[in-house]
């Protein structure tokens, strides 16, 4: 009688220690997610890939779920780690071409739930398009994880300076990396320099999601 009590006890012991394992995992998953600096020099390099065939339409990097990079805090300069190579491209006497130079403070989510982040650049093209436009998301996991889906568009030889003829080039890419790092994704015309760095715990904002997004999604 007394083992048979003790079986009892021990499997309501085991039964109502599995019942907390979906509260306990659910809460792990509501955990803060970790902040990180991000900092991307995106760039266009003219005299390569003259060569290739490219196709006439590539596509458009898709703008729904994204939100915008005003969502995040902007880096200011003196804070930037990749100037030196910005200069660099910028003295390159046309071989290079930065189209824009971000860096912003995020919480990083898993891939599952990472949101992408749209991206234009300043400089635009007549009738207004944007010479780069895009993606980027960030995400963490073992490692962090960049996803790149980008559109260069590049005026045509051809074209008189008041039309929006141009070649459009599409730009996909991930990449695995640690922070820390500064990493070189390559495309025939674009290149993207990449570092992303832990946020210091004092500057992490408390509020971590994103409030503004693209078409009002």
């Known amino acids: ?27 792990a998953e509501k955990k803060a997610p970790p902040w990180y600096d991000i900092e991307i020099v995106l760039f266009s390099m003219p005299d390569r890939g003259s060569s290739e065939q490219w196709p006439v339409d590539p596509g458009k990097p898709g703008t729904e779920g994204t939100v915008t990079l005003a969502s995040f805090k902007q880096l200011p300069p003196r804070d930037w780690r990749l100037a030196a190579e910005d200069n660099a491209l910028n003295r390159s006497k046309g071989r290079y071409r930065t189209l824009a130079h971000l860096a912003w403070r995020q919480p990083v989510r898993s891939r599952k739930r990472a949101k992408p982040i749209y991206v234009r650049s300043k400089k635009t093209l007549a009738d207004g398009f944007p010479a780069l436009e895009g993606s980027i998301r960030i995400s963490v996991g073992r490692y962090l994880h960049v996803d790149l889906d980008l559109l260069l568009r590049d005026r045509m030889q051809t074209a008189s300076v008041d039309t929006a003829d141009f070649q459009a080039y599409r730009f996909i890419a991930h990449r695995r990396m640690r922070s820390g790092e500064t990493h070189y994704i390559d495309h025939p015309r674009i290149g993207a320099l990449v570092r992303i760095e832990k946020a210091p715990q004092a500057d992490t904002p408390i509020k971590d999601d994103p409030v503004d997004t693209v078409n009002g999604e």
């Open 1 to 27: 009688m007394d083992s048979l009590k003790r079986l009892c006890t021990g499997t309501a012991f085991i039964l109502l220690l599995l019942s907390a394992l979906p509260a306990t995992s659910q809460a």
